[in-house]
């Protein structure tokens, strides 16, 4: 016959009864949400080593202490199979090599602009591997910005190009000379190709200088439809004004204290102070417009763009230019400026 069965004790432990109106008193470790909690920091002990690190320290007990091979695997709690062990990967000096190389020239690389370029030179590993040679190395860039504030719920939608020539994007870069003296430069950027149209080096640049630098653009490439800028006296002067009515070109300014209004020219000029004034010394004026503009080809003809699938801002543009919307033309020379 079936009996009834009782339990000896409850389910749930008894909770603590207050003695005093005092606080009940503290539960015992290890009754935290995950198993094997037992204290705040959520591991009793430290990680396991690794085998590697295991076979290592299992030739230091041999030669220390005297032990056989088994006690001190035994001890470790390594296996004398994985001791044994040999890896049969292939060997990976050259790429590690290689991608030394390439970080030494180029120092703000990561790991996936990297890989690009070993690709290029014809190099079939994945970029999985470039990322593990890339950090034992130790290698990894540590670029940790600071959190913003969110964006505002009415900002206003970015507008970017659509075509090549659509939009042109426009801003000043402020440097120096070796000696202290300041130096001025303006970017021109295409916003749907990201090509670098040219960069105007000088020490005093107005609105004059901002309209013969677009003029020479334009002579070789064609007229934007509309220029990005800020509301600096040299884009929102009469010259520009004249300049751009004469052409048809909508000038649109970005508001006072939004530099996100024209978020593409920013990341570039980042671009250009991290890899290029950072980077060089400066003697004169024409020392900085020749390691500047050949800079610039640089940029356009050779570094991998992230927002163009990592292809150069040149072959995308050719890539476009092919469907129709524009047609290949010759660069403008900066490298000789009549002002100067």
Request: hydrophobic residues 30%; positive net charge; charged residues 30%.
């Amino acid at each position: 016959m079936a009996q009834e069965i009782r339990w000896t004790r409850p389910f749930r432990t008894q909770t603590p009864e207050v003695v005093g109106g005092r606080e009940p008193a503290p539960e015992a470790s290890g009754g935290g949400p995950e198993p094997g909690q037992g204290h705040a920091s959520g591991r009793a002990c430290k990680k396991d080593l690794r085998p590697p690190r295991k076979r290592q320290l299992v030739d230091d007990l041999q030669k220390r202490f005297g032990v056989s091979q088994r006690q001190a695997c035994a001890v470790l709690g390594l296996s004398r199979a994985s001791y044994h062990y040999r890896s049969v990967a292939r060997d990976a000096s050259a790429l590690s090599m290689r991608i030394r190389e390439i970080t030494q020239v180029r120092v703000h690389y990561g790991y996936r602009r990297v890989h690009v370029l070993l690709q290029r030179e014809g190099w079939q590993d994945n970029h999985k591997r470039v990322y593990r040679l890339y950090r034992e190395q130790g290698l990894s860039l540590r670029l940790k910005r600071p959190k913003r504030n969110k964006a505002a719920k009415n900002r206003q939608p970015v507008s970017q190009g659509e075509f090549p020539n659509h939009i042109w994007g426009m801003d000043f870069v402020s440097d120096a000379l070796f000696d202290g003296r300041r130096l001025r430069l303006l970017t021109i950027i295409d916003l749907f190709t990201r090509e670098c149209l040219g960069i105007i080096v000088g020490q005093s640049l107005k609105g004059e200088d901002v309209k013969e630098a677009l003029t020479r653009i334009a002579r070789f490439r064609g007229n934007p439809k509309i220029l990005k800028a800020d509301n600096g006296s040299e884009f929102a002067g009469k010259v520009m004004d004249r300049w751009a009515y004469e052409r048809q070109i909508e000038i649109d300014f970005s508001r006072p204290g939004k530099p996100t209004d024209n978020a593409t020219v920013e990341p570039f000029n980042g671009r250009l102070r991290q890899e290029c004034l950072n980077e060089n010394w400066f003697l004169s004026l024409a020392d900085a417009e020749q390691k500047i503009e050949a800079w610039r080809t640089f940029y356009n003809q050779v570094r991998p763009h992230s927002a163009l699938g990592w292809s150069t801002p040149s072959d995308y543009a050719r890539k476009h230019a092919v469907s129709g919307h524009l047609e290949p033309q010759l660069e403008p020379d900066f490298s000789g400026n009549e002002r100067y």
